[in-house]
């Protein structure tokens, strides 16, 4: 299913919150949306995207200052069975959960936990914006670990814990990777997110077979994640890697040891991957700009490690290249996979 997109940006400034209210928020989302007729003005704007990986629903929520509510009745006309992982993108919110504990803050960057079944309400706090992310997970993915207890009280995460910060690791990978993802690999990101997901909430002990994969994945993910934002830098040795990551080396490379690929071939094909795509892209870059620009340490090591992975150097593929009309180049590029390393 394509990601579903809603707006007010279409419809007439007096009626853009009526129809926020009745369209989107009570119809799609489920919640009542409510504006303090003292601060309203003809200027309300919201958007609200979705977009499915697997089963998992990535929800991008950008408005106006308002409050939102889901009631006993909202959650009887429209039950969620869903747990959701909530990420404030900008600004800060406040959450009301009643019966339950005192109300509770997230500021930027902060994450909240909850169950669509408990009765809520929220809002900016300052009059910001109403910005933030948010994954529901269909509860029948973590019910294996949740045992008895199938009622999830809303809290905010502690920020400080190692899990909450795999949890938002892997929360961003989702957002950026997860559309994109073949069924196979979203299978297995929901299935590791909605683990992660548990654990961090105190579902499931961190012991659990199950958890220990996901736990090992999300550390997976984000040692690939700071190699990709380092991969420039010649040093990307795993003695650094790790040290950074607060791991040991031993540690790093048991990581990668059930892909089959060890780490320094993860940062090797994946240095050689942005080198193709530069040569692709940037027809007029230097072949020596390429190589230093995805940390080869020389231009002699980048012509070997090239042509040991395509069979071909560098220059000799842009060559093959530049006499290629576009719908030529789409072969040439499946045909360029990385060669296994001896």
Request: proline share 7%; aromatic share 10%.
């Amino acid at each position: 299913m394509p990601t579903q997109t809603y707006s007010t940006g279409s419809v007439a400034p007096r009626e853009r919150f009526e129809f926020w209210r009745e369209a989107l928020c009570l119809n799609f989302y489920g919640m009542t949306a409510e504006w303090d007729p003292a601060s309203r003005t003809e200027d309300f704007d919201a958007t609200l995207s979705a977009t499915p990986v697997m089963d998992l629903s990535l929800v991008e929520f950008k408005a106006s200052a308002h409050m939102c509510l889901r009631r006993e009745r909202e959650i009887a006309e429209r039950p969620g069975n869903s747990m959701y992982l909530y990420l404030q993108t900008r600004g800060a919110a406040w959450f009301d959960t009643p019966d339950d504990r005192q109300p509770f803050v997230t500021p930027t960057r902060a994450m909240a936990i909850g169950f669509s079944e408990r009765p809520m309400k929220t809002g900016p706090t300052n009059g910001e914006r109403f910005d933030f992310q948010l994954v529901r997970i269909p509860l029948y993915r973590i019910a294996p670990l949740m045992g008895q207890r199938m009622v999830i009280r809303a809290r905010a995460l502690d920020d400080r814990t190692s899990m909450a910060s795999l949890l938002r690791g892997y929360f961003d990978l989702l957002f950026r990777e997860g559309p994109s993802m073949d069924a196979v690999a979203a299978e297995a990101a929901a299935q590791t997110f909605a683990r992660l997901a548990a654990v961090a909430y105190g579902l499931a002990p961190a012991e659990n077979e199950w958890v220990r994969d996901a736990v090992r994945d999300a550390k997976r993910q984000r040692v690939l994640a700071f190699v990709e934002h380092h991969l420039d830098e010649p040093d990307l040795s795993p003695a650094r890697v790790s040290e950074t990551l607060g791991m040991s080396v031993r540690q790093l490379h048991a990581l990668f040891e059930p892909t089959g690929t060890s780490f320094t071939q993860q940062v090797r094909a994946r240095r050689l991957e942005r080198a193709r795509m530069l040569a692709l892209s940037c027809p007029g870059m230097k072949i020596a700009d390429i190589a230093y620009s995805c940390g080869f340490e020389s231009v002699g090591t980048f012509h070997r490690s090239f042509r040991q992975a395509y069979g071909v150097t560098p220059g000799e593929w842009r060559e093959s290249l530049s006499a290629s009309a576009p719908a030529a180049v789409q072969p040439l590029q499946n045909t360029l996979a990385p060669r296994p390393s001896r």
